[in-house]
């Protein structure tokens, strides 16, 4: 009874998608359109010249507010390593490997969702990529298995990885806090502390069990409801051409001991220097430690250098978005948004609400700003700061500010435009069962966050 039900609202919000979800770019721009009205509303008793000047300054200091071209290189950056690591060959083996696994297309959309989860908790860049993988896996292979799929459900599936991201070794807040960012309001840190944390193993613990199910439930029964993949619209991955190792040089760029040996050593020196006090596990320590990872996984230096700079061209569009998005969040900040936002909600709670009131802070903000380490920078004080006074475990407070930036992702499709080259999909085609999940953390978070 309850997954006909489940299935049929999905079919709603996708129908509801198609029509009237525009490309990542035009919402970009739109959303763009819809700050400026607002923030010139919030400002409107200063003069028409004041407010175009403020809000026009606001919007150009965006692009490098708080090292924002910095953090999207950072966020760029572990895009790419996590493509290398997702083409690697283990990783590779273990995805047609899985591929294989499922019988049924409602047992497919719940592996591929489990598999994203479980990878984006490890590195997000690897969730988003290697969900996708999988998913193409399935989709080439379903007519010679002889299953009927729902290709685009399997697209939703594996972008939902991004709604347990930040709860993972790669979460921005968390592994900014971890680095000190915050110690005045929090003192020292460790990224133990949030990521063990009984807020954040029940809740993304949950979330792990109940949106592989939620996909299970989505899929239609019925094969006539059933859409496979086309196969004019999957994007070719990249094939590895060895050459003849005719040379030294030949055999430095083919040879897998190179690439092996330096992710070793990579590995033992970040591991020396973070167990040593010389430095914290903060993001780009973790961003080096992947960088060693696919290194190590690939072995051929050449191949890697391949693989990451087709997962280049898979970032081109968030390169090219992220620059707008940092212009909203700065037309924000000079209005004031975020401030009244934060301030306004903080004034309404009580220790038990207030972390459920940062999650739906946060969760509004990423909606115009889908940057995770962006936000926290504009958010962080007035969050921290309230907390502390209302006597809120600062855990609760950053952790709860971390599943209200994933949670709107699942509406927001800026982060799923890897995922859907690679898949050859629209984000018209996923959202709808996508805003799914953002209905059941709607219920699973706050459950979590009241209970612990």
Request: overall charge neutral.
């Amino acid at each position: 009874m309850l997954r006909p039900m489940v299935a049929r609202l999905g079919n709603a919000l996708n129908r509801f998608s198609a029509r009237w979800v525009p490309d990542p770019f035009v919402l970009a721009l739109l959303l763009t359109a819809l700050v400026l009205c607002a923030g010139a509303g919030r400002m409107l008793g200063l003069g028409e010249g004041e407010i175009a000047e403020s809000l026009a300054l606001g919007w150009m200091d965006g692009f490098g507010l708080g090292g924002g071209l910095a953090f999207a290189l950072q966020m760029c950056f572990v895009l790419v390593t996590g493509h290398a690591m997702a083409l690697s060959p283990p990783v590779q083996r273990a995805i047609v490997h899985i591929a294989r696994i499922p019988q049924s297309a409602a047992a497919a959309a719940a592996m591929v969702a489990l598999v994203a989860c479980l990878s984006a908790l490890v590195h997000w860049g690897l969730g988003a990529i290697a969900g996708a993988l999988l998913a193409r896996e399935i989709g080439r292979h379903a007519p010679a298995r002889g299953l009927a799929i729902h290709y685009p459900l399997l697209g939703a599936a594996a972008y939902s990885g991004m709604a347990v991201w930040h709860g993972g070794l790669s979460g921005s807040a968390p592994l900014k806090v971890a680095g000190g960012d915050g110690a005045k309001w929090v003192g020292d840190v460790s990224l133990s502390e949030l990521l063990l944390s009984p807020t954040n193993l029940l809740v993304t613990g949950s979330l792990l069990i109940t949106i592989p199910l939620l996909f299970w439930a989505l899929t239609p029964k019925s094969p006539e409801d059933m859409i496979p993949a086309d196969p004019t619209r999957l994007s070719p991955l990249p094939e590895y051409q060895p050459v003849v190792v005719d040379s030294p040089v030949a055999w430095l760029q083919e040879s897998l001991w190179p690439g092996r040996a330096i992710g070793v050593l990579g590995l033992i020196t970040v591991g020396l220097t973070m167990y040593s006090g010389a430095r914290k596990l903060e993001i780009n320590s973790v961003n080096l430690v992947f960088f060693f990872v696919g290194l190590m996984l690939q072995g051929s230096l050449r191949r890697y250098t391949e693989c990451v700079t087709d997962g280049a061209r898979a970032a081109g569009a968030i390169i090219l978005q992220f620059p707008l998005y940092f212009g909203i969040l700065g037309v924000m900040k000079v209005s004031g948004m975020i401030g009244w936002l934060s301030e306004s909600m903080a004034s309404w709670s009580t220790q038990t609400s207030f972390p459920l009131l940062s999650f739906i802070s946060a969760g509004i903000t990423n909606l115009f700003v889908p940057s995770g380490g962006g936000q926290w920078g504009v958010q962080r004080d007035i969050l921290l700061s309230s907390g502390q006074s209302l006597g809120v475990d600062p855990a609760s407070t950053i952790m709860a500010f971390a599943y209200g930036d994933a949670w709107t992702n699942m509406l927001q499709p800026f982060w799923a435009l890897p995922l859907l080259g690679i898949m050859g999909l629209k984000a018209k085609d996923i959202i709808g069962y996508t805003a799914m999940v953002f209905l059941l953390m709607l219920f699973v978070v706050p459950i979590g966050l009241l209970l612990t």
